[in-house]
């Protein structure tokens, strides 16, 4: 298309010093906006131009093609037209698309947060009355209120660090990092009357990265695994090197993906399964952290039994002075 004009642009210039430079703007924003949703970046959308006039004056050599002052001039208004034209329109929609996302997000992330306090108020009150005991299943009601809107905040606050790039990388060892978590876990294993064990980490295994995102990410990972776990089902956490990477696994029992779950569930607000509690935020949260560390989250479906949600990390094996 770019071609196109820049020839009709040409063949005006022979004649009269006129070009459609709105024309040229226009088509080149529409075309901005294709390529945002492609998943190209801002700076790709530059150099594609680039690339296209590079191409036009190869061709010209190879041909032994002479490009005059007046037709050189023509090319460049209509590449400045051309780059001016998608890169406003790209960075118009992204900024559409930011605001959309981020006003879905806050909606939900409201909604959540007002259902948890109602709940939490409700049971005070009824407690306060003097009509229940503190020990009873009002307390467990406003207990589970209260931890939800825990998990809401501190979801958020990774997210937020996630997307803001607010990392503070730094190397400690891997057993840390797994009992820091393991002892949340716990609770909630119990809570939810799922069986939780660890596997044995080799205390020579020290991780690059940020503590607390990587153990959001792993406290979110388990979260959901306890979530969709069948009541005395078994739930497993275990962490090893391969290929220089430390792989944090979670096995759970929850029966199997769905089918299509595997690639949607990594997506903001996807949720599987019967129980719909929370936001959805949990693993494209973990998704952002992967990313921030270099690493990987994949998923793996066990047919008839549950899943394997797996976390890579750079690592370092630290050896003895007598090895």
Do not use: W
Not at 35 to 43: E, H
Not at 106 to 120: D, M, P, S
Not at 242 to 257: K, P, S, T
Not at 264 to 282: C, K
Request: aromatic share 4%; with cysteine; charged share 25%.
């Amino acid at each position: 298309m770019f071609v196109d004009q820049v020839c009709a642009a040409l063949v005006l210039a022979k004649s009269s010093d006129v070009i459609d430079h709105a024309d040229i703007s226009v088509r080149a924003g529409r075309h901005g906006q294709d390529l945002l949703r492609l998943g190209v970046t801002i700076a790709q959308v530059v150099h594609a131009y680039g690339d296209v006039c590079q191409v036009i004056a190869e061709l010209a050599v190879e041909r032994s093609a002479n490009i005059s002052p007046n037709e050189l001039q023509t090319l460049n208004l209509c590449l400045d037209d051309a780059i001016a034209g998608a890169v406003t329109e790209y960075a118009r929609e992204r900024e559409r698309t930011i605001t959309r996302e981020g006003t879905e997000r806050l909606g939900i992330l409201a909604h959540e947060l007002r259902n948890r306090v109602n709940v939490g108020i409700l049971a005070f009150d009824v407690i306060k009355s003097g009509q229940v005991t503190v020990g009873g299943n009002t307390a467990a009601l406003l207990e589970r209120s209260l931890d939800g809107l825990r998990e809401l905040v501190d979801r958020s606050l990774a997210e937020v660090r996630a997307d803001a790039g607010l990392q503070t990388f730094e190397h400690f060892p891997v057993a840390d990092l797994v009992e820091e978590v393991q002892i949340g876990a716990s609770l909630e294993a119990q809570s939810r009357r799922v069986r939780f064990a660890v596997a044995p980490v080799d205390p020579k295994i020290v991780v690059h990265g940020d503590r607390q995102l990587l153990a959001a990410a792993l406290s979110n990972l388990l979260h959901n695994a306890f979530k969709f776990t069948h009541i005395g089902g078994a739930v497993l956490l275990r962490a090893h090197v391969a290929a220089e990477r430390v792989v944090f696994e979670i096995e759970d029992e929850c029966g199997g993906l769905p089918e299509g779950a595997a690639t949607s569930a990594f997506r903001p607000f996807e949720q599987h399964g019967l129980d719909r509690t929370g936001v959805g935020l949990g693993l494209s949260i973990c998704l952002k952290v992967a990313k921030a560390h270099h690493g990987k989250l994949r998923v793996r479906d066990i047919p008839g039994k549950g899943c394997v949600f797996s976390l890579d990390v750079p690592a370092r094996i630290v050896r003895s002075p007598e090895s």
